[in-house]
């Protein structure tokens, strides 16, 4: 007699068998790491920071057969549990969810416990700027008065109240708002920008402060900087520049150009920006450039163009790795404070990893590695300099922990390239003006590659080459001086 097992008991030992191979090769070895207690703040860092190796292009395995079998087990736990026809099924959580939660809720007790997690979390903070001094940066002291940075954040909060979305930006009329030349209508400008005098005095105040700094400023008013407010902003005082250039007042077209120019550095130039800050000012930065040399120039009255001061106005010139390096120190301290560190001060929550230290020295240790690495090369070095910072080897950390490095490293790992790129269309329109100085035409600083010049159409071309193809930089129309 044949026997054939039922289709209960298949799908008994369908579960058993993987939870017991996991048993067996993954949750008896980790035992005695899982037996210490996680008492927020209170980390054991080995007396020696790590070094790291650069991951290697294929996937990293983890060493051990029993981490691989936990790692496995867990994974598919998780999903099986987040599985939308499982009657049990509870929503999959991530590292942090559990602080965010409390920081969210309108409960006392809640939001008592998200401020002493905050607390340890800074003394976290503190004692991995002692442990990775090279991530360590110096504050300003700049009165609330003449801060620009502090006094931006205020303009876009009051624009933004609550309950509105952090998209919202300026209502600048469809006509001006795609600053297309062939759309230009002065007074249609006039008209709109009459009915905004007020917010434009404010945004050029602002905009002309020469200071700028964190210092002080909570972080949850600035680990966010909506982009689309910031380019509002910035368009309107560019709009007030060409039509004031058309006028023939010369002296408010350049302070409005200034102006617009000194709130993408309020946003980017402070001590710590992010990288989405330090996107919004090359952005706003290389907006104003272009509509400088391709609008605001050719208006100006005849023999009132002083092609000096214009380029001082807008600075295009490209930085050194020094800066990318400023940009990472800066990333590390905002998105760390406020991703990672507390979430590492909080033992409550179901997702803690085992290994903490280890989480927090491959997430610092990784930035420090790739400061090191731009600071103090020139500029010619940049494409020799590895393209995308990538984490080090993960192998040693807990899943847990890998997941929550490549989540938190998932914005800079292509951000170097548009970086790069920025920094080649700086310098282009940098030779723009060298060619409006009556200037030799000059080779592109990053590739010593020379640029393509046609005096008949007074167009600039990027050099020929495929690094310059694939960053499709468009050509310049150079006014006539």
Not at 372 to 387: A, F, K, V
Not at 393 to 409: C, K
Request: hydrophobic fraction near 40%.
């Amino acid at each position: 007699m044949n026997y054939r097992a039922s289709k209960s008991f298949k799908i008994t030992l369908s579960v058993l068998v993987p939870v017991g191979f996991a048993l067996y090769f993954g949750l008896v070895p980790e035992l005695e790491a899982m037996r210490r207690p996680k008492v927020p703040g209170d980390l054991e860092f080995p007396e020696r920071r790590p070094e790291f190796e650069r991951q290697r292009s294929e996937p990293v395995a983890v060493s051990s057969g029993g981490a691989v079998a936990l790692d496995w087990f867990g994974e598919n736990f998780e999903k099986l549990m987040a599985w939308d026809k499982n009657p049990w099924r509870r929503p999959q959580r991530i590292f942090g969810s559990h602080y965010l939660e409390l920081k969210g809720s309108k409960d006392p007790a809640d939001q008592a416990k998200a401020r002493r997690i905050e607390a340890l979390a800074d003394s976290i903070y503190r004692q991995l700027l002692k442990r990775y001094p090279e991530l360590a940066v110096e504050m300003r002291k700049v009165a609330p008065e003449r801060n620009g940075f502090l006094k931006f954040l205020e303009l876009q909060e009051r624009f933004n109240k609550p309950g509105q979305p952090h998209s919202a930006t300026l209502p600048i009329p469809d006509s001006l708002a795609k600053f297309d030349p062939g759309t230009w209508n002065a007074e249609t400008a006039r008209t709109w920008l009459d009915s905004q005098l007020s917010f434009l005095d404010e945004i050029r105040g602002i905009g002309l402060l020469p200071e700028r700094s964190v210092n002080g400023i909570d972080l949850d008013r600035y680990f966010f900087i909506p982009a689309r407010f910031a380019k509002g902003c910035s368009d309107a005082l560019l709009l007030d520049a060409r039509l004031a250039a058309e006028d023939g007042d010369v002296a408010r077209a350049m302070a409005s150009v200034q102006a617009a120019v000194g709130l993408a550095d309020h946003i980017g130039e402070v001590e710590t920006p992010t990288l989405l800050a330090a996107t919004v000012q090359i952005l706003v930065r290389m907006n104003a450039q272009h509509y400088v040399l391709s609008e605001i120039m050719p208006q100006l009255p005849p023999e009132t163009m002083d092609v000096s001061a214009w380029q001082n106005l807008v600075y295009p010139v490209p930085k050194e790795p020094e800066d990318f390096a400023r940009l990472m120190t800066g990333e590390w301290h905002v998105c760390g404070r406020y991703w990672l560190f507390p979430p590492v001060a909080d033992a409550e929550d179901p997702k803690y990893p085992s290994d903490p230290e280890a989480l927090l020295d491959a997430y610092s240790g990784t930035y420090v590695e790739i400061v090191n690495t731009h600071r103090g090369q020139p500029l010619s070095r940049l494409p020799d300099i590895d393209l995308q910072p990538s984490p080090p080897d993960l192998s040693h950390l807990s899943r847990q922990s890998r997941e929550t490095m490549e989540m938190l490293w998932v914005g800079a790992r292509a951000w170097r390239k548009g970086w790069d790129r920025s920094q080649s269309a700086t310098a282009m329109t940098q030779a723009a003006f060298a060619i409006l100085q009556g200037q030799a035409v000059p080779n592109d600083p990053v590739y010593g590659l020379p640029y393509r010049w046609d005096p008949e159409t007074r167009t600039l071309t990027a050099p020929d080459s495929p690094a310059f193809k694939e960053m499709d930089l468009k050509p310049i129309k150079v006014p006539k001086p």
